[in-house]
């Protein structure tokens, strides 16, 4: 089965900082690929390179057999087809740590915002997929709330809902419950779960060693910007070989 997502080769700088030194990953169509590491190990910035909101100074960004035109590597690197980009972002769900929905739309409205003005579908269509959807994450009833009406847990929903809702080729979590209490973390991770068992494609930023361990397909253990380690769930945490990997999860309480 042909990769859907493959980074090659990426470099990250912030001025003199690098924070990225040369990661590859690679995903198939239906994997849960989990990142892990310490605080300042690269892992969101990771992430926000594959759909441009952090341009790679170096290598580059496959999706589903395309590869994000890019100029010249290094400093002020850029995407180079506009068009290109904004269809690749359409395939691209991302849902952040503090939510980011719109305060002045109700729930209905931040689920079907995207769909309407990028996509360009027919109204009845989305507002149909996105009470569905609304439904399959449990909070149907609040369809008609503002996001300052709801608990965290219910905008993390809503923030999902409303990353489904363009209907993406990969699902991309930053830490969608570092923002939580621990009782609403719970009904997040359960949906997150619930999309894993169905078979989406997600890459997923996570501190909570239990659920990667649980969802994973791939789990990859960064440190100061590079691969330490990565294999599935059981060589990771069953057959850990990097003495840094094996102090990260005895910190977490997962030796």
């Known amino acids: 089965m042909a ?128 009470l569905e959807l609304l439904e399959k994450v449990g909070i149907s009833a609040k369809a008609d709330a503002f996001p300052a009406q709801l608990s965290g847990g219910q905008q993390q929903r809503a923030a999902i809902a409303r990353a489904l809702c363009i209907n993406p080729k990969i699902m991309l979590f930053d830490e969608p419950t570092s923002a939580l209490d621990p009782e609403l973390e719970v009904e997040v991770l359960r949906v997150i779960k619930m999309l894993a068992d169905e078979g989406r494609t997600m890459i997923l930023v996570t501190h909570d060693m239990k659920f990667a361990r649980e969802v994973s397909d791939k789990v990859v253990f960064l440190h100061l910007g590079k691969i330490e380690e990565e294999g599935t769930v059981d060589e990771v945490f069953g057959a850990t070989k990097s003495d840094r990997l094996r102090q990260f999860l005895s910190a977490a309480g997962h030796a």
């Open 3 to 130: 990769h859907i997502l493959e980074l090659t080769d990426l470099h990250k700088s912030f001025g003199e900082l690098e924070v990225l030194k040369g990661v590859s990953i690679s995903a198939r169509p239906g994997d849960v690929v989990t990142l892990i590491g310490s605080s300042g190990s690269g892992k969101s910035t990771l992430l926000r390179c594959i759909n441009m909101l952090e341009v790679p100074t170096r290598g580059n960004v496959t999706i589903d057999g395309e590869t994000v035109a890019l100029s010249a590597e290094g400093f002020g690197r850029h995407p180079t087809d506009a068009d290109q980009l904004r269809r690749i972002r359409s395939e691209l769900g991302m849902v952040f740590q503090s939510f980011n929905l719109w305060s002045h739309m109700t729930i209905l409205e931040n689920v079907m915002e995207a769909p309407l003005r990028v996509q360009k579908r027919n109204p009845a269509e989305i507002r149909t997929q996105a």
